[in-house]
């Protein structure tokens, strides 16, 4: 999953250069991690224990499993909205297109970073230091997390009042994959 989220940076990149080969690179590159993620998580489901006691009780973690791959699966819908629809963006909205897009990839970092806390989580029995450690991480990506919802109005506010100069149906898709950029995110903090 963050091996693919570390590819859509570089597919906006692509959509703010105009540049159709390394937009489809980009959305090739997606398509691939998200399948890796795909093959991952069924591994994982297939391997998981059924019978025998854990830390974390099962559906728990099979919820976490499938909440870190909406991420992935979400990176692939944006990568596949961006090239089916040929997109392109005024260009005022790049900088702030890009901040957004990597403010949400932060996000999504993060929360992996949390995940890889689980095994020490479990050892310290989900208390001490350790346990505050993780709360802190946690907060820390609901303030990311707000701070992408608010970039992401701000956006769509910019996309408004361009929309004069933009053809309805592409003000509609812009608008979608503003929503589903900040999905990103969301998904992150749902994974914290």
């Known amino acids: 999953v963050r091996e693919c989220v570390l590819e859509v940076p570089a597919l906006f990149d692509a959509l703010i250069a105009n540049d159709k080969e390394a937009m489809k690179s980009q959305m090739e590159k997606i398509y691939a991690k998200e399948e890796e993620a795909d093959i991952l998580v069924n591994e994982v489901c297939i391997h998981l224990p059924r019978s025998l006691f854990m830390a974390v009780d099962r559906r728990d973690l099979l919820e976490l499993l499938h909440m870190q791959d909406n991420i992935a699966d979400m990176a692939q819908d944006?990568?596949?909205?961006?090239m089916e629809r040929?997109?392109?963006m005024p260009a005022v909205?790049?900088?702030?297109?890009?901040?957004?897009?990597?403010r949400c990839v932060d996000a999504c970092l993060h929360a992996a970073t949390i995940v890889e806390r689980i095994d020490e989580l479990i050892e310290s029995g989900f208390r001490g230091r350790e346990a505050s450690s993780v709360e802190t991480l946690v907060e820390e990506l609901s303030k990311i997390e707000d701070e992408t919802d608010q970039m992401g109005?701000?956006?769509a506010r910019m996309l408004f009042a361009n929309e004069d100069n933009m053809k309805p149906v592409a003000v509609m898709f812009s608008y979608q994959m503003i929503q589903w950029i900040g999905d990103l995110a969301d998904h992150a903090e749902a994974v914290g």
């Open 93 to 102: 909205m790049s900088e702030p297109l890009k901040a957004l897009v990597q």
């Open 153 to 155: 109005m701000d956006l």
């Open 86 to 88: 040929d997109m392109t």
């Open 78 to 82: 944006i990568a596949g909205l961006i």
